[in-house]
Structure formats: C-alpha cells, structure tokens
C-alpha cells in the first residue's frame, strides 16, 4: 500500500508564497518522475512542474520562474516553492508520482488527494 500525502496548502495574499509538500509512504522501492498538478475552479487538471528522480525539472510556461519543483529522496518527499503568488494560481494543488513497489519491476502512477491553495488579490 502506498500514500501520497500533500501539505502547506492555504490562503494568501496575491505576491505572497507557499511550500507545498508532498510525501510517499509504504511499501515503496523506488520513486522515478514526480510531478505536481493543479486543478481550478470549473477548469481540467494542468500539470504545473516535473522533476525526475535525477533531479531535471520543467514548468508550465505560467508557473516558469516563479515556482520551483525539488524533492529530498532520502525523505520520499516532494516539494513545491511558490513565490510571487497571482490569484490565477488559485487551485487544489495534487501530487502525482510513478512509484516502484516492493517485489514488482514496473511503476505505478499513484495521486495524492490534493491540497487548496487560495490567493486573494
């Protein structure tokens, strides 16, 4: 059985940041590409940043240059800096990671159950 739990969600002030985090727990082998997703408001899920297990990363163009995507390996954790924060930002923040369990060869697509974050203007 294996968990992803999201945290650091909540509300702030447009220009203002956030840490998001996200942790895997369970019978995990090993944990390749994680990634963080947003949905909005009457709006599809958008991916917002990846990185691998070897530590390359990308952004959505909106996000480019205002959040960072890093994870602690040793930890299973994944996390998310969000600076300069716009009210367009406004979403339920999910992660997702493709993660190897114990005694199996191939990953799996696992997703937390999300966290809010509200940025007011």
């Known amino acids: 059985q294996v968990q992803l739990v999201e945290s650091g969600g909540g509300l702030v002030q447009a220009g203002g940041s956030l840490r998001l985090s996200c942790a895997a727990s369970?019978?995990?082998?090993?944990?390749?590409?994680m990634t963080w997703y947003r949905q909005a408001p009457g709006k599809q899920r958008a991916l917002v940043a990846t990185?691998?297990?070897?530590?390359?990363?990308s952004y959505a163009d909106d996000v480019k240059g205002r959040f960072t995507i890093s994870r602690d390996n040793a930890k299973n954790t994944m996390y998310l800096q969000m600076n300069n924060l716009k009210p367009e930002d406004t979403a339920v923040y999910y992660c997702?990671?493709?993660?190897?369990?114990?005694?199996?060869?191939?990953?799996?697509?696992?997703w937390g159950k999300g966290t809010l974050v509200t940025v007011s203007s």
């Open positions: 990185i691998t297990r070897s530590g390359s990363t």
């Open positions: 369970g019978s995990i082998s090993s944990i390749n590409a």
């Open positions: 997702n990671a493709d993660i190897t369990v114990l005694l199996q060869l191939q990953g799996i697509d696992y």
